[in-house]
């Protein structure tokens, strides 16, 4: 048994602390560590108590209507698990996206690209150019050392599609006709305000 200010805390509101299977060591450390938390939280609800003046009727509004807010979520939960199936075929799914392709159509390009953004003036820039497309683990390595030191800015080898609207706020992406942004393997030049961008 265990007591903070005037609590008790017994050994059956203890039940469900510890996980079936548990070791009898962790087991006490997780007792150990309940007990902690309860006299921890008795004491500050003790002094809180003290020390503020509650609006018990306001409180008790609060406290009834997150416990109508529990029982609703409890008998929601209920119903779905009675009435929904949760299995999806691929058929379901094929006939789903064939009767309503229109929603699967993106308003703006996505793209996944890599860039690197110099001063016209940087060292090396057909070598540059030559990494920049290599597939050569040890040639991406020297470009990535190459950009941490010159570049202004860069990302590399980056997987992740994003929104042309979004990279046009990084880069002079406006520049690039949309006809071209299927074309892989060869790099786009610009030259913007006496900065280079190769993407």
């Not at 039940?15 to 087991?27: F, L």
């Not at 209507?65 to 029982?71: R, S, V």
């Not at 110099?118 to 470009?143: C, G, I, M, N, Y």
Request: aromatic letters at 12%; charged letters at 30%.
């Amino acid at each position: 048994m265990a007591r903070s200010f005037d609590r008790f805390l017994y050994p059956e509101d203890l039940q469900g602390v510890v996980p079936a299977g548990v070791s009898s060591d962790d087991s006490i450390q997780l007792i150990n560590a309940y007990i902690e938390q309860w006299t921890r939280q008795q004491a500050l609800l003790h002094y809180a108590q003290r020390n503020i003046k509650i609006n018990t009727k306001r409180l008790e509004a609060q406290v009834e209507e997150y416990k109508n807010g529990l029982i609703v979520y409890e008998y929601e939960q209920a119903l779905v698990s009675q009435k929904l199936d949760t299995v999806v075929t691929d058929a379901e799914i094929r006939t789903y996206y064939d009767t309503q392709r229109e929603l699967f159509i993106l308003k703006q390009p996505i793209l996944k690209l890599s860039y690197i953004r110099l001063r016209t003036d940087a060292p090396e820039l057909d070598r540059v150019k030559r990494l920049f497309l290599s597939p050569d683990f040890e040639e991406q390595d020297l470009l990535e050392k190459y950009c941490a030191r010159y570049a202004i800015q860069y990302s590399l080898r980056d997987t992740t599609w994003q929104y042309a609207d979004n990279l046009i706020k990084k880069i002079p992406l406006s520049h690039i006709s949309e006809e071209n942004y299927s074309r892989t393997g060869r790099i786009f030049e610009i030259i913007e305000n006496n900065e280079l961008y190769l993407i």
